[in-house]
């Protein structure tokens, strides 16, 4: 897979050209030099804008992917560990708060399904929220 452009290898990984520009600017991914009008690259390209791709989708911020493609190279795994245990307790916490989201709409959904007479559970609880 050497010699792909740009657009090929935002096919490999699924994504736009934008986004690989987008990592170019950011100082994710390399910006290899141009023969000509066209800039090409090799399946280490590939390999790193899948390994961005799948570190966005554990939930791993820009900066942090940037640390771990560092880190890559170091074989600091001390510094991956509190990386990945930092993500991993904001997970923890993003869960819960989901939890308690579900819990309390399933609760007025009950409420606003019961038959009962006068403004839906739902919308007044969203509406008293809004004015505090």
């Known amino acids: 897979m050497a010699n792909l452009t740009i657009s090929r290898l935002a ?3 699924g994504v736009g050209v934008e986004t690989v520009r987008f990592y170019q600017r950011k100082g994710l991914m390399p910006v290899p030099a141009s ?3 066209v800039r090409h690259y090799d ?3 590939v390999q790193r804008l899948r390994f961005i791709r799948a570190a966005q989708r554990a939930g791993f911020s820009l900066k942090e992917i ?3 493609l560092a880190l890559d190279a170091s074989d600091d ?3 991956v560990q ?4 930092t993500r991993l307790a904001a997970l923890d916490a993003e869960m819960a708060e989901l939890a308690a989201a579900k819990a309390m709409l399933s609760g007025l959904l009950d409420e606003c399904t019961s038959g009962k007479a006068g403004p839906c559970p739902i919308i007044a609880t969203f509406t008293a929220s809004a004015c505090h």
């Open 82 to 85: 509190a990386l990945t245990r």
């Open 11 to 13: 096919a490999s990984a």
């Open 66 to 68: 940037s640390e771990l």
């Open 43 to 45: 399946e280490a390209d």
């Open 77 to 79: 795994r001390a510094r």
């Open 35 to 37: 023969s000509g009008a």
